[in-house]
């Protein structure tokens, strides 16, 4: 299994008590497979994804990403192990506006230790793959909405992420671009092996994952 999260629990403050945003929560996806994270809204999956991204520290419980068992290890250790095996796409595609669509995806290999020839050819690589062949030169302002999408997931693998974790990354897009984008993200887990979350509220897209999961919600006030 690349992701297992294991007992998973997140509480926050609330006045004098406290609010239970994630209960005992347990989740496996196994390299190759995508897994559909659903619930209603305030269910929790956004913050399930960032306690898979190594992005918040659960309460309790335990998270492995591809092996290796996150809770231990000091702040330094997790944004290495983050930058190394896990690719995050968000519900807006948060490019960097001065940077062409080459460069967003580069500055990922830049911001994890080298950016080398092979890293340059890998960038291309992948942004012809999602179809920005003739675009690599285009900041984001220049770009579409879909194309822009396209952008971050390429951004995201650049890696070669043994995790990826996608929240709602269709959600800005119309109809026909959105499945674009699922049908890249789908095609890129089998062929990099990868364990893909995708969080999403499309009953289609649900079911065009391997397998759901559906979140209730936990939010209960404890005195
Ligand atoms: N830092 C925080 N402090 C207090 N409450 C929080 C915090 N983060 C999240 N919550 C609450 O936790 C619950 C779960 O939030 P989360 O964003 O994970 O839900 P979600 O399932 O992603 O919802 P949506 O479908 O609307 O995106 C919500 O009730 C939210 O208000
Ligand atoms: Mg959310």
């Not at 659960?58 to 930058?83: F, I, K, M, Y």
């Not at 993200?185 to 499309?202: I, K, Q, Y």
Request: proline share 4%; aromatic share 0%; net charge negative.
């Amino acid at each position: 299994m690349s992701l297992v999260l294991e007992n998973i629990t997140v509480t926050v403050p609330d006045g004098r008590d406290t609010l239970t945003i994630l209960d005992a929560v347990d989740l496996e996806v196994a390299a190759g497979e995508t897994v559909a994270l659903t619930g209603p809204s305030g269910s929790g999956k956004s913050t399930l994804l960032a306690v898979a991204g190594l992005l918040l520290r659960p309460g309790s419980g335990r998270v492995h990403v591809a092996g290796v068992e996150a809770g231990a290890l000091p702040d330094r250790e997790r944004t290495r192990l983050r930058g190394g095996t896990i690719g995050i796409v968000y519900q807006s595609a948060n490019l960097l506006p001065s940077l062409t669509a080459r460069e967003q995806v580069e500055v990922v290999a830049h911001a994890n230790g080298r950016l080398d020839r092979a890293a340059r050819d890998r960038a291309e690589e992948l942004l012809v793959r999602v179809g920005l062949a003739d675009r690599l030169s285009a900041q984001p302002g220049q770009l579409s909405g879909g194309e822009r999408q396209r952008v971050a997931l390429a951004r995201a693998l650049m890696m070669e992420p043994a995790v990826l974790l996608a929240d709602e990354p269709t959600a800005s897009l119309d109809p026909v671009r959105g499945a674009e984008v699922m049908r890249l993200l789908l095609e890129e887990t089998t062929r990099l092996g990868a364990a893909t979350l995708l969080v999403t509220h499309d009953g289609d897209q649900a079911a065009g994952a391997g397998r759901e999961v559906r979140l209730e919600r936990a939010a209960s006030t404890v005195g």
